[in-house]
Every structure is written in C-alpha cells, then in structure tokens.
C-alpha cells in the first residue's frame, strides 16, 4: 500500500509539473541505452506522456491503418489520446475509448479532452484496464498503463485484437526492463511477434499470431 502511494503521488506531481510547463517542448530526459545512446535527439512533453516524436508515430499510424477502434491504457493527461484522435478526426471516422484509473488525473483528461475538437472521437473511462470491458474488434492496442500489468492487459484483450490489428507496448527499452521482458514472454509464449523500437523509452510493435495468414 506504501508504495501505491508513493506512486500516485508521483503521477499527480508530474502532472503538475506537465500543467506549469504549459506544452513546451524539452530534451527527452530518460537514460541513454545500449540500442538508444542519444535520447536527447528526441522531445517530450513531461516524463510521463509518450515522446513527442512517438506521439507524431502514433497519429500517422492512426492514418494509415484507418481503424475503427482503438483502445488505450493509461491515459494520464489524454496527449496520446488526442494525437490519435487527431488521426481519427483526419479519416473522418472511428473511436479512441482510453482508461484512466486515478480519479485525479482522469478528471484533468477529461477537462482537456473536453476543451479539444476531438472530443467526439474519444470515450474516456476513470476505471482499470484490467476491469474495463470493450465490444467489437480491436484494431489498434495501445498499452501505456502501471509497467507491471501491461502483459496481463495485453493478454486480457489479445481475443479482441484483429490478427491485422497493432498491438504498442510503451515503456520497453532495455532501461525499463519489466514492459521489455512482459513482451517477449508473451512472444514465447507464441501470443505475439515482436519488433522493439529503439526510442529513449521503447516502443513494441506486435501482432498476434492467431489468425495469421
Ligand atoms: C505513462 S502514463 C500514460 C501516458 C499517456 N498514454 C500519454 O502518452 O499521454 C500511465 C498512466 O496509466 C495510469 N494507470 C496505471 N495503472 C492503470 C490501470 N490499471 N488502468 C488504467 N490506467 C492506469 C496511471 O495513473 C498513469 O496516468
């Protein structure tokens, strides 16, 4: 229990953190890695939400593929969500839902969600990821919750996900060693094929295997 709240804490002061920088731009912060040496070559808002040269990758990924559901874990301030919306509201169709468990940081989401005109493509939920329930076929799986779940949730929504869907696991660089290792035990478990993204903090790309042709 102390440690959850250590970790809450955490996130309501970088979110404040996030509020007070007011969407400048600084050098990604996170460690050098053997597969990425110069994270100061990247950008990021605050060290919670995704690098900004990942959330352009996610919003060009959303105009690509033309999905019509995406799910998100973890929503914290709701950037990720809004830059894939953004793709959503460029395709002129499809839905984002993206869960957010801490009722804090859902409700400053849910203000900016709100405030953007790309609210109409965005369902957000204060609740779990391991307790959210979602119909229809997933096309794109964004994993970006608490390090320690992200195979579980992965697993928990894998039925859903479409054998041509995408399935992103923020968070897997060799530093951050948990998200990195959760994938490629689900790859030997032959649930998925990966690839890792060598970016300041990693980036998975996988798909499931069921359903391959
Ligand atoms: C890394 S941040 C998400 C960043 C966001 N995707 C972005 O790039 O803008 C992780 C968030 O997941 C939330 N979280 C942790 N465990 C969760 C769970 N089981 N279900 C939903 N959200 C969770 C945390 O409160 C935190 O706000």
């Known amino acids: 229990m102390g440690l959850f709240k250590k970790k809450l804490k955490q996130e309501h002061k970088i979110m404040l953190q996030a509020e007070r920088a007011a969407?400048?731009?600084l050098p990604e912060y996170h460690r050098a890695t053997p597969e990425c040496p110069h994270p100061e070559r990247w950008h990021m808002y605050d060290s919670m939400t995704a690098e900004a040269e990942v959330l352009e990758f996610l919003r060009t990924l959303v105009t690509t593929l033309k999905p019509t559901l995406i799910v998100e874990t973890g929503s914290f301030l709701g950037v990720s969500t809004l830059w894939m919306a953004e793709g959503l509201a460029a395709n002129g169709f499809g839905k984002i839902i993206s869960c957010e468990f801490d009722p804090v940081v859902f409700a400053r989401a849910q203000?900016?969600?709100?405030?953007?005109?790309?609210a109409p493509f965005i369902e957000l939920r204060n609740e779990s990821s391991l307790e959210m329930t979602v119909g229809g076929a997933i096309d794109i799986f964004f994993s970006d919750s608490d390090v320690d779940i992200r195979a579980a949730e992965v697993e928990r929504f894998l039925p859903q996900i479409r054998p041509t869907g995408l399935i992103l696991m923020h968070d897997a660089s060799s530093h951050m060693k948990t998200v990195r290792?959760?994938?490629?035990a689900l790859e030997a478990k032959g649930l998925v094929s990966c690839i890792v993204l060598p970016?300041?903090?990693?980036?998975v790309l996988a798909q499931r295997r069921e359903g391959r042709r």
């Open 23 to 25: 969407g400048a731009l």
């Open 111 to 118: 203000e900016k969600i709100a405030a953007s005109p790309f």
């Open 181 to 184: 290792d959760a994938a490629f």
């Open 199 to 203: 970016t300041p903090r990693g980036l």
